[in-house]
Nanobody, 122 residues
């Protein structure tokens, strides 16, 4: 049974930082990348960033490039999303999911976490 569990969301002021964690349990092939997606109220879900666990290659959406950093700690089966210079437009529920991660990203293979709320507000 594959499970993804996110943590680390919360309320932060504009300009602040947060680090989200995604712990992957259960056996998954090495080619399963892990991606972070977000959905704001009234908006479609969008891909934020992803990482290939095998070689560490990454992808970032234009809206977060230079502000967010994705990383992995394979020994702990954990993927992190460090978010800096947060602004109110980053407010959303953030989900991690198995993904394809290349010059684009997309959710694949059907495994999602339950989501963690990130609110950026003064």
């Amino acid at each position: 049974q594959v499970q993804l569990v996110e943590s680390g969301g919360g309320l932060v002021q504009p300009g602040g930082s947060l680090t989200l964690s995604c712990v992957v349990s259960g056996s998954t092939p090495d080619y399963y990348a892990i991606g972070w997606f977000r959905q704001a109220p009234g908006k479609e879900r969008e891909g934020v960033s992803c990482i290939n666990r095998s070689d560490g290659t990454t992808y970032y959406a234009h809206s977060v490039k230079g502000r967010f950093t994705i990383s992995r700690e394979n020994a702990k089966n954990t993927v992190y999303l460090t978010m800096n210079s947060l602004n109110p437009e980053d407010t959303a529920i953030y989900y991690c999911a198995t993904a394809v991660c290349s010059w684009y990203m997309s959710a694949e293979y059907g495994y999602w976490g339950q989501g963690t709320q990130v609110t950026v507000s003064s």
